[in-house]
């Protein structure tokens, strides 16, 4: 399947980007115009872009069926602030309420049900429930187009961040299992942060790995490692030796091929990374 813009709607494109760029981190923001009005609006275009100065950006995108704005983009140009809150499953279907469009000048936060406390450095009130709430100004609104379906980057410098107490872990970091974070995908799913979703990945930060194209062929052009599992194997920073292989003790000949790389596998499962090695070598040198 190919997917050509020039060639396809602004909605068809619009809900492929959002089916596949996923998942996406969820910004409700609250905002006030000139007269002091509130208003509040999940936003799905949003990631963070720097920590010097600290840089979050989120895009109100012009409605798709009418070409109208939303009163977040209004407000922030009228009034430059913002505060930024981090969803989590508590809030989660409040949030999605909020996203209920309401007329101008109607408060989404009685709407939702949320508890609006006083920011310290922006007129905008924050979420009490919000687990992180980001103060923000508003240093530049960049329109990427004036169509349906044209988003508009607010660059955003933060100035203050709330974090719930009781998502932080003993040594004050936070713990993404307690954060418990909502994410958007496609049409009406969420997704949400669970213990079986979670896993590590051993960053190459202080070494270098030696790479996949290192690894001795026969492992490379195996028909039972994947991609992942050599991509692990090649973030060693180097192979044994021959003349350490053959010093190893305990490590059976396995004649058939597909059956190493399968044991080899398991140990990678189990986080064994040096000895799937060893074995995959040991049985190439000494085999």
Same mark, same amino acid.
């Given at each position: ?16 980007? %959002? +089916? ?13 115009? +000139? ?25 109100? +995108?012009?409605?798709?069926?009418? =070409? ?8 922030? %140009? ?12 508590? %809030? ?56 349906? @379906? ?10 203050? %961040? ?13 713990? +993404?299992?307690?954060?418990? &974070? ?18 590590? &990945? ?8 030696? @790479? ?15 991609? =992942? ?26 004649? =058939? ?29 000494? @085999?």
């Amino acid at each position: 399947m190919k997917i050509t813009a020039k060639e396809h709607g602004v909605a068809d494109i619009f809900k492929y980007i %959002i +089916s596949t760029v996923t998942p996406r981190p969820i910004a409700l923001v609250s905002t006030t115009n +000139s007269n002091g009005d509130v208003n509040l609006s999940p936003f799905s275009f949003f990631n963070a872009f720097s920590a010097n100065p600290p840089i979050l950006i989120f895009s109100p +995108s012009r409605r798709v069926r009418d =070409n109208t704005t939303k009163h977040t983009l209004e407000n922030v %140009i009228e009034h430059p602030e913002c505060v930024i809150h981090l969803v989590n499953f508590d %809030i989660v279907e409040q949030m999605s309420l909020s996203s209920t469009e309401y007329d101008k000048g109607v408060n989404e936060f009685k709407k939702a049900g949320f508890t609006a406390l006083k920011s310290d450095l922006v007129s905008a009130p924050r979420i009490k429930e919000a687990p992180v709430a980001f103060e923000c100004k508003v240093i530049e609104v960049k329109a990427l187009g004036d169509q349906g @379906g044209a988003g508009n980057l607010v660059i955003c410098e933060v100035l203050t %961040i709330h974090i719930d107490d009781t998502i932080l872990d003993q040594q004050g970091n936070v713990d +993404s299992l307690k954060l418990d &974070i909502v994410s958007r995908l496609g049409g009406n799913w969420y997704s949400r942060t669970v213990p079986e979703a979670l896993f590590e &990945i051993s960053k190459p930060l202080q070494s270098k790995g030696i @790479g996949i194209d290192q690894l001795p062929e026969a492992i490379r052009k195996s028909t039972i490692l994947t991609g =992942n599992d050599l991509a692990r194997l090649g973030n060693v920073e180097k192979l044994p030796s021959k003349e350490e292989i053959t010093l190893l003790e305990g490590i059976a000949i396995i004649k =058939n091929t597909d059956e190493l790389h399968k044991q080899a596998k398991e140990l990678l499962l189990l986080d064994k990374t040096q000895k799937a090695l060893e074995l995959l070598l040991y049985n190439l040198f000494m @085999g």
